[in-house]
């Protein structure tokens, strides 16, 4: 079975610190990952995807991720913290079932961006 | 071009109450998910749609819950005799295709449904 596990549901950096949020992923086939962002009442963007092109992933408002594979980890990190990222991010992992894409999602990180 | 849109925004019920959630997908989207996100939680898979057929409603929580997609666009996901243990945020997402691995999914806002 395909699972992520988010490592601390809080998270708290000063505006303009190193943002990492961790995520480790269990999955017995190459598994497709993605990170999505949550502003407070609203649905999720995606952030970026690993589909196993390149290791290091770019994506929207500066974050970025790398898959390492030895590790079994997908960590989102951002080199200075905005006010503007205060959200919730939730890393996934998606796998074939039954011939279509279905995704699975941790329990989420609570960024919080200290002025 | 709009995005996943959802009605109501927002829903109490009271207990016993029947309630109907929509989702209006982005147009062309093959695929149609419906998640239910309880507080603090990530979403959690309820059931699947390929246009207009329900191929998978694996993680609906009891046959109080039912979605249908009839035309292969809009889709309602009702529940019937609501239980408290039913508030939550329902979220509704669509994609393009239906079998790639790596397609993005485009969520809709959700409802947050509160039974009292």
């Known amino acids: 079975a395909q699972s992520v596990t988010q490592l601390g549901s809080h998270v708290s950096v000063s505006e303009g610190a190193l943002v990492l949020l961790r995520c480790n992923y269990s999955s017995s086939v190459p598994p497709y990952l993605f990170w999505y962002v949550q502003y407070p009442n609203q649905g999720l963007q995606l952030l970026l995807k690993y589909t196993s092109a390149a290791t290091l992933v770019k994506g929207i408002n500066g974050f970025e991720a790398e898959f390492k594979k030895s590790e079994t980890s997908f960590h989102l990190t951002k080199p200075s913290a905005h006010m503007s990222d205060a959200a919730e991010y939730f890393c996934a992992v998606s796998y074939n079932s039954g011939g279509y894409q279905k995704v699975t999602f941790g329990t989420g990180t609570k960024l919080q961006v200290i002025p | 071009g709009a995005g996943v849109s959802q009605s109501p925004r927002y829903k109490v019920a009271k207990r016993g109450q029947d309630v109907a959630l929509r989702c209006d997908p982005i147009s062309g989207h093959v695929s149609l998910f419906w998640y239910q996100q309880a507080l603090g939680q990530g979403p959690e898979f309820l059931t699947y749609?390929?246009?207009?057929?329900?191929?998978?409603k694996s993680g609906l929580p009891s046959d109080r819950f039912f979605a249908e997609r009839p035309e292969g666009s809009v889709s309602t996901l009702k529940i019937q005799r609501t239980q408290q243990e039913d508030s939550a945020v329902y979220l509704c997402a669509s994609s393009l295709a239906a079998g790639r691995l790596g397609n993005e999914q485009f969520f809709g806002p959700g409802t947050r449904l509160t039974v009292l």
């Open positions: 749609f390929q246009n207009e057929a329900q191929l998978d």
